[in-house]
C-alpha cells in the first residue's frame, strides 16, 4: 500500500516533523491541527529543518496543504497532546471522514492502541506508529499492533516506515510500549537524584553521556520531551501497570505545575533562550 496521501493530525513539534518526513518522500500531506496558528508555526519549523538538508526545501514544502478539519485521505496519522479523550475523539472523527479502507494511526508514546482502535468501526485498520524527536533525524518507528490491528495492516505500516527511510521495531500493546517503558523510569530516576541532592542537573546529565555513552542526559531529554509530556507517559503507565516504581517523581509534577516544561517553555530542568 503506497499511502499517496497521508492526514496528519497535530501540529506541533512531533506533527511538524512527521509532516515533513512523509513530504520528502514524495507524497501529499495534509496538516491539520485546532490551535489557532499551530500549522503557521509548523510551516515555519519545518522550512528551518529543511534548510539544514540537501533537500528541495520548496518542493517538499508544496506538497504539505493546510486543511481546516479532517479529510479524507489513505492514512490519518495522529500527533496530537497525550490525553486519551482528545485522541479517541480524533479517531471517531477519522472513523467517519476517512474511507473504510483506510489506515489510522496514533504517534501516541504510551496510550493504548486497542482503546484509540475501540472509538471506531475498524480495530483491524488503527496501530500505532510512534516516531522519535526530532523526527527528520531520529530512525526509529516504534510500530505497535492493538489487540486486532491485522497483519496487514502491520506490514504496510512497516513498508511505510522503511519507505521514509525509518527503522521500524514492532512491539504489542502495553502501557509505555517498549521505548517508555525503559526511558521514563530512567528519566524519573534523574529527577529523583535531583530532588534528594544527589548531584546537580549538568553532573547527573554528564554522568549519563559519558558513563553509559548516551547522546543526551536524561534531564535535558525530559526537557525536549516536555515534563509535561513525561508526566503524562508515566501515569499511563503507574495506572496501567499498577506498580508504583512508575509514579512520576514529585518534582517533575511541581515543575509541570509552575510552568516549567521544558524547552517549549523556555525553562525546564535547564533555562533556555
Not at 116 to 144: C, K, S, Y
Amino acid at each position: 500500500m503506497r499511502f499517496e496521501h497521508v492526514l496528519v493530525v497535530g501540529a506541533g513539534q512531533m506533527g511538524s516533523g512527521i509532516a515533513q518526513v512523509i513530504a520528502a518522500s514524495g507524497r501529499h500531506v495534509s496538516l491539520h491541527d485546532a490551535a489557532s496558528g499551530a500549522v503557521e508555526r509548523a510551516f515555519a519549523a519545518m522550512r528551518r529543518s529543511l534548510a539544514r538538508l540537501d533537500v528541495d526545501v520548496e518542493g517538499t514544502l508544496a506538497r504539505v496543504e493546510p486543511v481546516d478539519d479532517l479529510v479524507t485521505a489513505d492514512l490519518l496519522i495522529e500527533a496530537v497532546v497525550e490525553d486519551a479523550a482528545v485522541k479517541a475523539d480524533i479517531f471517531r472523527r477519522a472513523d467517519a471522514t476517512l474511507t473504510s479502507d483506510a489506515i489510522l494511526a496514533s504517534n501516541t508514546s504510551s496510550i493504548p492502541i486497542t482503546s484509540l482502535a475501540a472509538a471506531t468501526g475498524r480495530p483491524d485498520r488503527v496501530i500505532g506508529m510512534h516516531f522519535f524527536n526530532p523526527v527528520p533525524v531520529l530512525q526509529l518507528v516504534e510500530v505497535i499492533r492493538g489487540l486486532d490491528t491485522s497483519d496487514e495492516t502491520a506490514a504496510a505500516i512497516v513498508e511505510l516506515a522503511r519507505d521514509l527511510g525509518k527503522t521500524p521495531a514492532e512491539a504489542n500493546d502495553f502501557p509505555g510500549f517498549v521505548s517508555n517503558r525503559i526511558l521514563m523510569p530512567f528519566i524519573n530516576e534523574a529527577a529523583y537524584a535531583l530532588l534528594e541532592g544527589v548531584a546537580e542537573p549538568e553532573a547527573i546529565d554528564t554522568i549519563a553521556k559519558l558513563g553509559f555513552a548516551h547522546p543526551m542526559g536524561p534531564l535535558a531529554l525530559a526537557d525536549l520531551i516536555g515534563l509535561d509530556t513525561c508526566v503524562a507517559i508515566m501515569d499511563v503507565l503507574h495506572e496501567g501497570l499498577g506498580d508504583p516504581k512508575y509514579a512520576p517523581c514529585p518534582l517533575l509534577r511541581q515543575y509541570m505545575q509552575a510552568g516549567r516544561l521544558g524547552r517549549k517553555s523556555g525553562r525546564g530542568f535547564y533555562t533556555y533562550a
